[in-house]
Structure formats: structure tokens, C-alpha cells
């Protein structure tokens, strides 16, 4: 019912920058919070960044003043830019929503299929 889609991930030398985008798609009444995770090798996922649909955004410690996340509510589609990049961000990011689909009662937790953002130093 919801396709997360993303784009952007890549090879980047430390201190470059890359940006991620993530566009919904589908039966969508309503997207909440949209976020972006990620996941190294041998590590649990873990949560990078998100931003409510009023423009409320956090971040992880690890990635701030580095990273910037936003969206864009008309295009259902939310941003990473990536800053200043260092080896151990290394890992598959993930976007994920939480959407109103027109089916269904209450909104649920959806997830792109990730994208490889490798850091060399």
C-alpha cells in the first residue's frame, strides 16, 4: 500500500557530503513522522534522524551538526544531507515513515529498502 523509495546513497571520501531521499508513495491519507536509520555491519540498527510533519527534527549524538534532515510534505519525500562524512558512517541507511493509508484505521510504520553509503578515509 506505501512503496518508501530511496536515493542517493554512494562512495564518498571522509569529509565529503552526500544526500539521501526517500519519496512515498501509494494510498497515502497522511504521513506522520518520517525518519532516517541506519545499520553497519556486525550493529544494530540504530536511529539517525527524524522530523515530525511540523518540521520538528532530533538527531543521534553522533551525527550532529553534520547532518540535516528534512522534507518536503507536497512531494512526500524526506531528506539526509550528509556533512563532513567519517569512516563509521559507514552502513545502509534506511528511511522510514509512519503513514495514514485511506484503508485503514490507524497509521502504520513503513520502511525503504535501504541504500549503501560507504565513507573511505
Known amino acids: 500500500q506505501v512503496q518508501l523509495v530511496e536515493s542517493g546513497g554512494g562512495w564518498v571520501q571522509a569529509g565529503g557530503s552526500l544526500r539521501l531521499a526517500c519519496a512515498a508513495a501509494?494510498?497515502?491519507?497522511?504521513?506522520?513522522?518520517m525518519g532516517w536509520y541506519r545499520e553497519a555491519p556486525g550493529k544494530q540498527r540504530e536511529v539517525v534522524a527524524g522530523?515530525?510533519?511540523?518540521?520538528?527534527?532530533n538527531y543521534a549524538d553522533s551525527v550532529k551538526g553534520r547532518f540535516t534532515i528534512s522534507r518536503d510534505n507536497a512531494k512526500k519525500t524526506v531528506y539526509l544531507q550528509m556533512n563532513s562524512l567519517k569512516p563509521e558512517d559507514t552502513a545502509v541507511y534506511y528511511c522510514?515513515?509512519?503513514?495514514?493509508?485511506?484503508?485503514?484505521?490507524?497509521?502504520?510504520?513503513?520502511w525503504g529498502q535501504g541504500t549503501q553509503v560507504t565513507v573511505s578515509s
Open positions: 522510514n515513515a509512519d503513514v495514514l493509508v485511506l484503508t485503514l484505521p490507524r497509521s502504520s510504520d513503513y
Open positions: 501509494g494510498s497515502i491519507c497522511r504521513i506522520n513522522a
Open positions: 522530523i515530525t510533519n511540523g518540521g520538528i527534527t
